[in-house]
């Protein structure tokens, strides 16, 4: 089993760039797909971007791609989310999810992965 715990959410305004970061504790770490999410208020979760073990495959929700940027550090049990052009439909809880049995990735399925307990992101306008 993996905890995960996510951080560098804030508030930011519309242009702006954030960074956050999920840590995993528990065994094998490197051994697990790791992605994000998000949830805007009033809408369901929805994929963001996902990474495969060793980081040599990314993956992005159309709506990010050229933004955002995933990464990974396994030495650190660390996995990354850098936004930049940030916009006021990117306001969400933005959550981390581990999965050992596959990729993250938007088809995957919410009751296969790990999940940390969100980091708020608002950008103002």
């Known amino acids: 089993q993996v905890q995960l715990v996510e951080s560098g959410g804030g508030l930011v305004q519309t242009g702006g760039s954030l960074r956050l970061s999920c840590t995993a504790s528990?065994?094998?770490?490197?051994?697990?797909?790791m992605g994000w999410f998000r949830q805007a208020p009033g809408k369901e979760r929805e994929f963001v971007s996902g990474?495969?073990?060793?980081?040599?495959?990314?993956f992005y929700a159309d709506s990010v791609k050229g933004r955002f940027t995933i990464s990974r550090d396994n030495a650190k049990n660390t996995v990354y989310l850098q936004m930049n052009s940030l916009k006021p439909e990117d306001t969400a809880v933005y959550y981390c999810?581990?999965?050992?049995?596959?990729?993250?990735?938007?088809?995957?399925?919410?009751?296969?992965?790990?999940w940390g307990q969100g980091t708020q992101v608002t950008v103002s306008s």
């Open positions: 999810a581990a999965n050992s049995k596959g990729l993250v990735v938007a088809s995957s399925s919410p009751e296969t992965m790990y």
């Open positions: 528990g065994r094998s770490f490197s051994s697990y797909a």
């Open positions: 990474i495969t073990w060793s980081g040599g495959s990314t």
